[in-house]
């Protein structure tokens, strides 16, 4: 199973039993601070709205201050999170006209109600009066607030994937942290007892994965072909979406809405490209390693796919979602799979 790091706090949930707790409980505190950033950029890169006025998109998340973790205490799972937001949004009206906004929510909090949740949608300095403006502090804004709701069923379902252990009576139960506002102290609990002593466990995130490998043909050379896949207009030009794309090793993309995600740990140009690769509903942090060799036959291009540690569940969904949003939408939309004569 591909992942961020061996030893990568995102990955790892330290355990401590403390030697007074005759009934076996267990006290677990995570760090959800790195997976958060990646998730609520997720969610809010290409957040768009659109009427009779225009269109306008966020395009960049220029600030997240904040942290986040999660406690699971006596088999109650405890969520904090505080954040201060800001990003970017760009409006085009119907006659091409380009206008430059932030937006701004200073207080993403498990101590506030999300309908409660401020945000602010300015225009930039200097900017003229546009009505875009009216569409973003009505309908983005609330688009903004559903994204950032999602950030928190998220962070209860997908990231607390294998936090919740049993209690004494094999009941366990999630709680927030607006049902328990005195926050646990973030040290460990370690063992005081000289009679008792408790290593503490780390555990990693394990499920069953396979490996597998498809290929096809493209009639293009590989250059070309190499260039589809971290350029990003080329990328949303066959996804038929926005998409971010940072074509260097370490560069991040995400595509498809946010459905695909990941990050390029290896580019060779025109030959190979390897990269942490995840399907949104994957669980939480889990990457496949997705190599991709272009083979120069002549007149077209051999593209191998490799692809190890995809969840056995997602085999045959990850086998398809290559062929149809990669391999065939590449075909269609630039012509590399028929012969012109």
Not at 67 to 76: D, L, M, T, W
Not at 232 to 246: D, K, P
């Amino acid at each position: 199973m591909a992942k961020w790091g061996e030893g990568d706090p995102r990955w790892i949930v330290e355990e401590r039993a403390d030697a007074t707790n005759v009934n076996n409980w267990h006290w677990t505190e995570r760090d959800a601070t790195n997976w958060s950033t990646d998730k609520l950029k997720t969610l809010l890169l290409g957040l768009s709205v659109e009427n009779e006025d225009g269109k306008c998109e966020v395009t960049e998340v220029s600030k997240l201050e904040g942290e986040a973790s999660i406690n699971n205490r006596k088999g109650k799972l405890i969520f904090f999170y505080e954040w201060n937001v800001k990003a970017a949004w760009t409006g085009m009206s119907k006659t091409g006209v380009k206008y430059k906004g932030s937006i701004e929510v200073p207080n993403l909090s498990d101590e506030n109600d999300m309908e409660d949740l401020a945000i602010s949608v300015m225009m930039n300095k200097d900017e003229p009066d546009t009505p875009l403006l009216n569409l973003m502090k009505r309908d983005g804004a609330e688009r903004v607030r559903q994204a950032l709701g999602s950030y928190v069923d998220f962070l209860k379902t997908e990231f607390t994937q294998g936090m919740i252990l049993p209690t004494a009576n094999g009941v366990s139960k999630v709680q927030s942290s607006s049902q328990s506002k005195a926050k646990l102290d973030k040290t460990q609990i370690s063992s005081s007892s000289s009679s008792s002593t408790a290593a503490p466990a780390n555990t990693g995130v394990k499920i069953p994965t396979c490996k597998f490998s498809i290929r096809d043909t493209f009639l293009t050379s590989p250059a070309d072909l190499f260039r589809v896949f971290v350029n990003q207009e080329m990328v949303q030009a066959f996804t038929h979406g926005s998409a971010a794309v940072e074509a260097e090793r370490g560069g991040r993309f995400r595509l498809l809405d946010g459905n695909v995600c990941g990050e390029f740990t290896e580019l060779v140009p025109d030959e190979k490209i390897v990269m942490k690769w995840r399907y949104n509903t994957w669980p939480c942090e889990h990457y496949a390693t997705i190599t991709l060799t272009f083979v120069d036959r002549s007149s077209e291009t051999e593209l191998k796919v490799e692809c190890r540690g995809v969840p056995d569940s997602e085999e045959e969904q990850t086998k398809e979602g290559w062929k149809r949003y990669y391999f065939e939408a590449i075909k269609q939309t630039f012509g590399y799979g028929a012969r012109l004569f």
